[in-house]
């Protein structure tokens, strides 16, 4: 399964770079990617559905954490090609880029999606730290696929502080390495990730404290984790918009899920997660807290939605580190976050191929010329802000509950840091699509018709909708306590 699994992915990547025209390139993306995707939801359902354990050899594992990740992936990546279809063919056909730079963006795309569920699916330390490494050298190329001077600039300023991070990172895994071989664990089996847990009090506690450290700011710099949050708001706002919205969707959730991983091997060395839950409590908050500022004099809907990523981390981060109620509550807000962000992002494409500009004074009259991405989007960022009926208010809700009673001062200052946010989106977006402006209205113009882009993000409000039904019922709770059985340690 494993290597149909890759085999498919490499072979997506080959048939787009040999693609003589764009419809070739484009046909065989979509139905590899189609492929790939379904056969990767088959190969996480069980794990996912009933907690059993998927084992290929030593070094691939499927439980229900990395069941969630690779089926979330796989929804995110088709969603993003059948929107690029779209997207970036009208970026080719208004020779915005050229026949190569479109062949690269199908090339690139699903070699950066198999890095992904790479680092999802292995048990070994280390191939997981080189798969999260891809995910920034082939994503970079996407960031800076115009190739103008500020996608390059960011594009760069992504692939320096990502790779560095992930380079501390590194450090961390030779030092939780380092402690198990001192345990007499000799060979390959020092890196795998199963072989960590089992021995992890025999570690020293200073180098479980220190390599752990230095895995959380490595990550945690891909996860945009304030204060290594500074490439992400640039990232997102200069790349092609479904790249933006695999980025804040699926990619930012598994550099989290790297850190969650190593955050069970600490949390089973000290015997309890008392010190990593206040660590994430910690810069969960100050990620929440930074996000409300920076909305407040934001002018640019991709960055407003990027920040609106920052927080949602943060979110996660500090639901986690209100174990365990708080962990059922951060795997809801995961997959809530996941199709709500990326149906935004979808939007902002739509959004950008009509007005040519992510700057908001620039827009008016958006509901009067795109009557549907307006309506979609509104409805997007009420999902994203916890509306009823999202499943993000389900999460927020149950997130809440047990914050209140643990950290009751630091609750209230996250509800006003949230209001803010909420009232900072809602405002923005109101301006962009109900303000008017005759001399900016294009007569040329048509209004828009139904299109893909409008289907998919359908598609995902629906879905948030039906989970917020169902994060209520036995089976949803069943399967989230499945899910948070695999990565959070109880004691």
Same mark, same amino acid.
């Given at each position: 399964?494993?290597?149909?699994?890759?085999?498919?992915?490499?072979?997506?990547?080959?048939?787009?770079?040999?693609?003589?025209?764009?419809?070739?390139?484009?046909?065989?993306?979509?139905?590899?990617?189609?492929?790939?995707?379904?056969?990767?939801?088959?190969? *996480? $359902?069980?794990?996912?559905?009933?907690?059993?354990?998927?084992?290929?050899?030593? $070094?691939?594992?499927?439980?229900?954490?990395?069941?969630?990740?690779?089926?979330?992936?796989?929804?995110?990546? +088709?969603?993003?090609?059948?929107?690029?279809?779209?997207?970036?063919?009208? @970026?080719?056909?208004?020779?915005? %880029?050229?026949? #190569?730079?479109?062949?690269?963006?199908?090339?690139?795309?699903? &070699?950066?999606?198999?890095?992904?569920?790479?680092?999802?699916?292995?048990?070994?330390?280390?191939?997981? $730290?080189?798969?999260? @490494?891809?995910?920034?050298?082939? /994503?970079?190329?996407?960031?800076?696929?115009?190739?103008?001077?500020?996608? %390059?600039?960011?594009?760069?300023?992504? !692939?320096?502080?990502?790779?560095?991070?992930?380079?501390?990172?590194?450090?961390?895994?030779?030092?939780?390495?380092?402690?198990?071989?001192?345990?007499?664990?000799?060979?390959?089996? !020092?890196?795998?990730?199963?072989?960590?847990?089992?021995? *992890?009090?025999?570690?020293?506690? #200073?180098?479980?404290?220190?390599?752990?450290?230095?895995?959380?700011?490595?990550?945690?710099?891909?996860?945009?984790?304030?204060?290594?949050?500074?490439?992400?708001?640039?990232?997102?706002?200069?790349?092609?918009?479904?790249?933006?919205? &695999?980025?804040?969707?699926?990619?930012?959730?598994?550099?989290?899920?790297? &850190?969650?991983?190593?955050?069970?091997?600490?949390?089973?060395?000290?015997? #309890?997660? @008392?010190? =990593?839950?206040?660590?994430?409590?910690?810069?969960?908050?100050? /990620?929440?807290?930074?996000?409300?500022?920076? +909305?407040?004099?934001?002018? #640019?809907?991709?960055?407003?939605?990027?920040?609106?990523?920052?927080?949602?981390?943060?979110?996660?981060?500090?639901?986690?580190?209100?174990?365990?109620?708080?962990?059922?509550?951060?795997?809801?807000?995961?997959?809530?976050?996941?199709?709500?962000?990326?149906?935004?992002?979808?939007?902002?494409?739509?959004?950008?191929?009509? $007005?040519?500009?992510?700057?908001?004074?620039? %827009? *008016?009259? !958006?509901?009067?010329?795109?009557?549907?991405?307006?309506?979609?989007?509104?409805?997007?960022?009420?999902?994203?802000?916890?509306?009823?009926?999202?499943?993000?208010?389900?999460?927020?809700?149950? !997130?809440?509950?047990?914050?209140?009673?643990?950290?009751?001062?630091? =609750?209230?200052?996250?509800?006003?840091?949230?209001?803010?946010?909420?009232?900072?989106?809602?405002?923005?977006?109101?301006?962009?699509?109900?303000?008017?402006?005759?001399?900016?209205?294009?007569?040329?113009?048509?209004? @828009?018709?139904?299109?893909?882009?409008?289907?998919?993000?359908?598609?995902?409000?629906?879905?948030?909708?039906?989970?917020?039904?169902?994060?209520?019922?036995?089976?949803?709770?069943?399967?989230?306590?499945?899910?948070?059985?695999?990565?959070?340690?109880?004691?």
């Amino acid at each position: 399964m494993i290597i149909i699994l890759l085999t498919l992915f490499i072979l997506t990547a080959i048939g787009a770079w040999f693609g003589r025209n764009a419809k070739n390139v484009r046909t065989v993306s979509v139905f590899l990617a189609a492929l790939s995707s379904i056969m990767l939801v088959l190969a *996480a $359902w069980s794990p996912v559905m009933y907690g059993q354990i998927a084992r290929y050899g030593s $070094w691939w594992t499927i439980d229900g954490f990395s069941g969630l990740m690779i089926i979330l992936i796989a929804c995110v990546y +088709m969603a993003t090609v059948a929107i690029s279809v779209r997207y970036i063919g009208h @970026e080719l056909a208004s020779q915005i %880029i050229s026949f #190569n730079q479109y062949r690269l963006y199908f090339t690139l795309l699903p &070699i950066f999606a198999l890095c992904m569920v790479i680092t999802v699916l292995t048990n070994n330390s280390l191939v997981l $730290w080189l798969a999260l @490494e891809g995910t920034t050298l082939f /994503s970079t190329f996407l960031v800076g696929l115009y190739r103008k001077k500020t996608s %390059i600039e960011a594009a760069w300023k992504y !692939m320096i502080l990502c790779s560095t991070g992930i380079s501390i990172g590194l450090v961390g895994i030779l030092l939780l390495s380092y402690g198990v071989h001192d345990s007499e664990i000799r060979g390959g089996e !020092m890196f795998l990730i199963s072989t960590l847990v089992e021995h *992890a009090q025999l570690i020293p506690e #200073n180098i479980i404290k220190l390599s752990f450290v230095l895995l959380f700011i490595g990550f945690g710099t891909k996860v945009g984790l304030v204060p290594m949050h500074t490439w992400l708001p640039d990232a997102h706002s200069k790349a092609p918009s479904p790249i933006s919205a &695999i980025f804040s969707a699926v990619l930012l959730n598994v550099a989290l899920y790297a &850190i969650i991983r190593f955050k069970y091997i600490a949390d089973v060395s000290f015997g #309890n997660a @008392e010190w =990593t839950s206040q660590l994430f409590v910690i810069f969960g908050c100050i /990620s929440v807290f930074l996000a409300a500022l920076m +909305m407040l004099i934001q002018q #640019n809907y991709k960055r407003m939605l990027a920040y609106s990523s920052i927080e949602h981390m943060g979110l996660i981060l500090f639901a986690i580190g209100l174990s365990p109620f708080g962990a059922i509550a951060a795997v809801m807000h995961m997959i809530g976050h996941t199709f709500a962000k990326s149906a935004l992002f979808f939007g902002a494409g739509e959004i950008l191929i009509r $007005w040519k500009t992510t700057k908001i004074p620039k %827009i *008016a009259n !958006m509901y009067v010329q795109a009557p549907y991405t307006s309506i979609l989007f509104i409805i997007a960022i009420l999902g994203i802000i916890a509306i009823p009926p999202s499943a993000l208010f389900v999460s927020e809700y149950g !997130m809440f509950a047990q914050a209140i009673i643990m950290y009751p001062k630091t =609750t209230l200052a996250l509800f006003v840091a949230l209001a803010v946010i909420a009232y900072a989106m809602l405002s923005l977006t109101i301006t962009m699509v109900f303000h008017e402006d005759e001399s900016k209205i294009n007569g040329s113009i048509k209004k @828009e018709s139904w299109n893909i882009t409008h289907t998919v993000i359908v598609i995902e409000l629906v879905i948030i909708v039906i989970f917020a039904m169902w994060f209520t019922t036995t089976q949803g709770s069943d399967v989230i306590n499945n899910i948070v059985n695999s990565f959070l340690f109880i004691k």
